[in-house]
């Protein structure tokens, strides 16, 4: 089996982070209980006449995967492969609305034509070409992942050389308003330097697209090699710990082999203490860090998190607002990813430097 | 007739979603698909949806459209002629 390596990133998100140049040198604050991406010139990778018919998510997965395939200096790949929660639920929003509004005459097409949750995968394939296996995983928390494990396995057997694997998902009105109607969306607004000290239930919701190209070849930019990605359904905070080191034992580790930990914590007083089981038990003496603060809770938000792990790795250091425990190892070799959203939907995922 | 043309191109602009024209910039004459504006299929069911819906015109036959929408005079024009609301 080959090995799997990052060889480029790429990040939209509530951060500046599409600018691959820096790594949350500026930390942009929020006190919200919703938070949007600060988006790029969206022109400089969109044709104005496709853009047009774009929702948001559309335009986020796109122009992060120009700046993915730019880094990695590919015009095009074997295969593109999304992780998405909701899909273009903007555009399904609207349509369905227009259905209820019209009473159910004069749908218009293209918001219809737009709604569907491989859209994004759809269009970054008809913008370069790509006539290659196209796929998009839905599956909540582990969205991003599942694609992730997809494009692992490919690369391992040299199905595909060069893979794009991306996870988006993007906020619309109806979506807020309905989470909040449930508490999964905080009734009051928190500072993001604060949020895991919220002591309240629900998170704060976010969206952004980060992709990567990921390849069996190593390269001058590769940024870490894919260790390995497991994905579960459910399990209690006793079975996650047993998890963690059944996971590691797999990849011929122990816990004391792990540089830094990369914590999927949102500050939802009812599910963060799986995350605590962690940090106070196993992974106590392991550096942690975390990221939602930064960019919000969404399904794929564990991709944030990839890219910050293989940004960690890559420059060699921790960003003081992702410092979770203040401890930092000697050196960024081996991070593990850990996510889950409201106790279900657990991910690991291990990257290690090359 | 003048104020008709005024309000299709408004309406094309922002059902078309073309952020970069303004009213000013379409001409009455100008071609809507092909070389002017550059508009596609998907655009032309867009604007049977809406001569349908704001105008209470139903196209029954398809082929009509392609001389129909030309450009906004001719737009205008047919919807003088055939508007039921």
Redesign the interface.
């Known amino acids: 089996m080959k090995p799997v390596y990052i060889n480029s990133v790429a990040s939209i998100s509530a951060q500046r982070t599409f600018d691959n140049s820096v790594f949350l040198d500026e930390i942009t604050e929020y006190t919200d209980n919703v938070i949007r991406v600060i988006d790029p010139n969206y022109k400089e990778f969109i044709p104005?006449?496709a853009?047009?018919?774009m929702a948001k998510g559309i335009k986020m997965g796109v122009a992060a995967s120009k700046i993915a395939l730019n880094e990695a200096n590919l015009e095009n790949v074997d295969a593109i492969i999304t992780g998405t929660g909701l899909g273009c639920i903007a555009d399904s929003e609207k349509f369905v609305s227009k259905i209820i509004d019209?009473n159910e005459?004069?749908?218009?097409?293209?918001s219809f034509?737009q709604s569907t949750h491989n859209t994004v995968a759809g269009q970054i394939a008809l913008s370069i070409k790509c006539k290659g296996y196209n796929f998009t995983y839905v599956h909540s928390s582990v969205s991003f992942e599942s694609a992730l494990l997809d494009a692992k396995l490919q690369l391992e057997y040299d199905e595909a050389q060069n893979i794009l694997v991306g996870g988006v998902d993007e906020l619309a009105d109806h979506h807020i308003k309905i989470h909040k109607l449930v508490d999964h969306i905080k009734a009051d607004v928190v500072n993001s330097k604060e949020l895991l000290e919220s002591n309240t239930e629900g998170a704060v919701f976010g969206e952004g697209a980060s992709f990567f190209v990921l390849s069996n070849k190593k390269s001058d930019h590769t940024y870490a090699q894919v260790l390995d990605v497991a994905t579960y359904n459910s399990f209690s905070k006793q079975e996650l710990q047993s998890a963690l080191e059944s996971f590691l034992q797999e990849n011929s580790l122990e816990i004391s082999d792990i540089d830094i930990v990369a914590m999927g914590n949102n500050g939802d007083i009812g599910y963060d203490g799986y995350y605590d089981a962690l940090s106070h038990g196993v992974l106590k003496n392991t550096a942690q860090t975390y990221y939602k603060h930064l960019c919000g809770e969404f399904n794929t938000a564990s991709s944030f998190g990839a890219w910050m792990a293989a940004k960690m790795i890559r420059t060699q250091h921790i960003p003081e607002a992702i410092k979770l425990n203040g401890m930092e190892p000697s050196k960024i070799g081996t991070v593990l990813l850990y996510n889950q959203y409201r106790g279900e939907n657990h991910s690991f995922v291990l990257l290690r430097g090359c | 007739m003048e104020a008709l043309k005024e309000e299709l191109k408004s309406k094309i602009i922002e059902?078309?979603?073309?952020?970069?024209v303004s009213v000013d910039e379409i001409a009455d004459d100008d071609p809507l698909f092909g070389d002017g504006l550059?508009l596609d299929s998907?655009d032309a069911?867009?604007l049977i949806?809406m001569l349908?819906?704001d105008y209470g015109i139903k196209l029954a036959d398809p082929k009509e459209g392609k001389k129909i929408f030309e450009s906004v005079g001719t737009m205008a024009d047919y919807i003088t002629q055939h508007k039921t609301k």
Do not use: F, H, M
């Open positions: 104005p006449a853009a047009r018919r019209d005459e004069y749908l218009t097409p293209t034509i | 059902q078309l979603n073309l952020e970069d550059g998907i069911l867009e949806v349908d819906k």
